[in-house]
């Protein structure tokens, strides 16, 4: 797949407690955008925040959370971006979603994973 120039970033932010069905929703967000062959994913875990509850969630030993920030970042064209978000936003029940247009400088397989 090429991917260069004008492109979309999504980002959903929830916490890592958020299910779906019986499984995480993060690994349901990741395992879709995978089957709609979007150009990446990528999952950050956050060591602290808060969102609309305004309630902090952190790591610190004293106030270990078990609802750590989740940030999934998901790039690839307006067309598939625009695709997959309906999909997206039906499963989202609690967090912040948003899209940003990025400019994609490069964008290649590493060395290791050639066929």
């Not at 120039?5 to 916490?15: E, F, H, P, Q």
């Not at 956050?46 to 969630?57: A, C, D, R, T």
């Not at 959370?65 to 609690?94: H, K, M, R, T, W």
Request: proline share 2%; glycine share 8%.
């Amino acid at each position: 797949m090429e991917l260069t120039g004008s492109a979309k970033r999504l980002t959903i932010i929830i916490g890592e407690s958020d299910h779906f069905e019986h499984h995480s929703l993060t690994t349901e967000i990741v395992k879709r955008a995978h089957a709609a062959g979007l150009a990446g994913v990528t999952v950050f875990r956050g060591i602290e925040g808060y969102g609309k509850s305004n309630h902090i969630h952190t790591t610190r030993i004293l106030s270990l959370s078990d609802d750590l920030p989740v940030s999934i970042v998901i790039i690839d064209s307006a067309a598939a971006i625009s695709a997959f978000l309906e999909e997206i936003l039906e499963l989202v029940q609690g967090g912040v979603v948003t899209l940003e247009d990025v400019e994609v400088l490069h964008y290649v397989n590493h060395p290791r994973h050639e066929e």
